[in-house]
């Protein structure tokens, strides 16, 4: 497809100020659809259900019996122990509480761990399409992204032969995210354990973003690379309670890292945001512990898949093509066929159809024939937004 120039008179200015930074961009389409009464988001990436009932309800009793003072810097002993636990029995990560600390959600730990990990100059390898806010962490400390190319056909799985390729003597760390936002492609096993060779051979850190293994689909199984032999201690684990619980606002994430990181990130968490809020930690232990928290998974995944096919089914009906979306929230969707750069495409729904979807462009400049399209919304309104979007899209593919 030929773009067409960002400079399209179509587009206002507002959005075309922003549109070579992605969380910029993003953050300026949710401002616009903000002012439209009736607009139905299908952008961003927090989920719409609410947080299970047990969860809310250990954090009410943490405050009544006056729980609140607060914690340790790297995080409640108790929520340490539980992640350890948890990463011990469910991923296989050889880890105890001292290599787990608590964040202020998965957007702090990211900075932190930037912060920790890089010197100026240090290259970063990044798999293209990716989540801008690691752009602005890696230039916060000083660093360079390096792009590893990922395609449609391969459903946007991370190649060891890419990966190995995008190598300089400059590069100190591999990123991956796995369920992929914006994909919601994974990177499966065997690739995985082929680039935790890589990463061995070149002596890279590898940073794994975990935020949502919880939510796969057709059969296809989440694998962290920091269980493979050898591994942990050169691989920093991401995640958090906002996806896999709805825990959005509750702002706490977690990193699991060698202890000297941890550390590392400890000292540095003290003199900015110090600890996370103590009635959320409660909360993550009951989002660990409780055994109400499988039934409530279990409904979140039934609800989300139905979702999901919702949403592809109606692409297919458009006639838009779309990757494979193994995991995550998302419809990672090749919107070429409608002649227009995805920006464009993406201001038209929200200004005609009064939907917000990102465009592809918010992650990663290569990406202006893609829409990122979540289903985090309920289905009513799912086949409303659908129901926008079809003659909007059929106008433009048929000329």
């Known amino acids: 497809m030929t773009e067409k120039p960002l400079a399209n008179p179509n587009i206002p200015e507002e959005v075309r100020a922003v549109a070579s930074d992605g969380t910029r961009l993003r953050y300026k389409l949710v401002e616009m659809a903000a002012q ?15 947080t299970p009932p047990h969860i809310i309800a250990a954090a009410e009793t943490a405050m009544r019996a006056g729980k609140t003072a607060p914690t340790p810097v790297a995080g409640l002993p108790q929520l340490r122990e539980a992640i350890a636990a948890k990463l011990q029995a469910e991923n296989g990560i050889p880890v105890g509480p001292e290599n787990v600390i608590v964040t202020t959600g998965g957007q702090e730990a990211l900075y932190l761990i930037m912060q920790c990990l890089l010197d100026p100059g240090d290259e970063v390898l990044l798999p293209d399409p990716r989540y801008t806010s690691y752009d602005e962490a890696i230039h916060a400390a000083g660093g360079k992204m390096v792009l ?19 190598i300089t003597p400059r ?17 499966t096993e065997d690739r995985l354990r082929q680039i935790a060779e890589v990463a061995e051979r070149h002596n890279l850190i590898v940073i794994s973003d975990e935020i949502y293994e919880k939510f796969l689909y057709d059969g296809w199984q989440h694998f962290s690379v920091a269980s493979v032999p050898g ?32 550390d590392a990130m400890t000292r540095v968490k003290a003199h900015t945001t110090g600890p996370t809020a103590t009635i959320s930690q409660w909360a993550g232990i009951s989002a660990l512990t409780a055994p109400e928290s499988a039934a409530a998974l279990a409904d979140f995944q039934r609800i ?22 193994r995991g995550a929230f998302f419809a990672w969707t090749n919107s070429s066929s409608t002649g227009i750069h995805a920006m464009e495409l993406s201001y038209l729904l929200l200004k005609e159809g009064h939907i917000l979807i990102f465009p592809g462009n918010a992650f990663g400049e290569n990406w202006g024939g893609y ?28 000329r």
């Not at 590893?148 to 995008?166: K, M, S």
């Open 231 to 262: 591994m942990a201690e050169r691989t920093i684990t991401l995640n958090g309670f906002s996806k896999t619980f709805a825990m959005t606002g509750w702002r706490c994430g977690y990193v699991a890292a060698p202890t000297d990181f941890v």
């Open 36 to 50: 439209i009464k009736d607009a139905i988001t299908l952008g961003r990436g927090d989920p719409d259900l609410p």
């Open 148 to 166: 590893v190319p990922t395609d449609h056909a391969d459903a946007f799985n991370l190649r060891p032969e890419a990966v190995e390729a995008a």
């Open 171 to 187: 590069t100190k760390a591999l990123l991956i995210v796995s369920p992929s936002n914006p994909t919601a492609g994974i990177v």
């Open 371 to 398: 829409l990122r399209i979540s289903f985090l919304q309920p289905t009513d309104q799912l086949e409303e937004a659908m129901t926008r979007m079809r003659p909007i899209v059929e106008r433009y593919r048929s």
């Open 304 to 325: 989300y898949t139905e979702r999901r096919a919702l949403v592809l089914r109606s692409l297919k009906e458009m006639g838009l093509d779309y990757s494979d979306p």
